[in-house]
């Protein structure tokens, strides 16, 4: 969780550290193997699918604010870079 300081009229987001319950279903994950991302003017909606020969299963849905799209491609693009840096390329 962020939190926003301000000290000398400037703004300062500082880290704290989130305590997260998880249940045991969720800790299991699922995968996917198939994402479709679709918008409308107020959300982001990510479906995930699990494709096995010609049908789909949807196996999880995230609907995100824009600004919260926009955090998790920073957050994505950021660990795509750790992930190349360690491990090498990717490719598709």
């Known amino acids: ?9 400037i ?11 998880v ?4 800790q299991k994950g699922v995968y996917s193997n198939v994402a479709l991302i679709h918008h409308t003017k107020n959300e982001f909606i990510m479906d995930f699918l699990l494709q ?9 849905r995230i609907i995100l604010s824009p600004a ?13 870079e750790k992930h190349k840096n360690e491990y090498g390329d990717h490719k598709p």
Do not use: D
């Open 1 to 9: 969780m962020n939190k926003k300081i301000k000290k000398n009229g």
């Open 11 to 21: 703004r300062k987001e500082t880290k704290q550290p989130m305590n997260i319950l």
């Open 23 to 26: 249940n045991l279903e969720a």
């Open 52 to 60: 096995f020969g010609g049908e789909a299963q949807l196996v999880s």
């Open 68 to 80: 919260h799209m926009a955090s998790l491609q920073k957050a994505i693009n950021q660990n795509i």
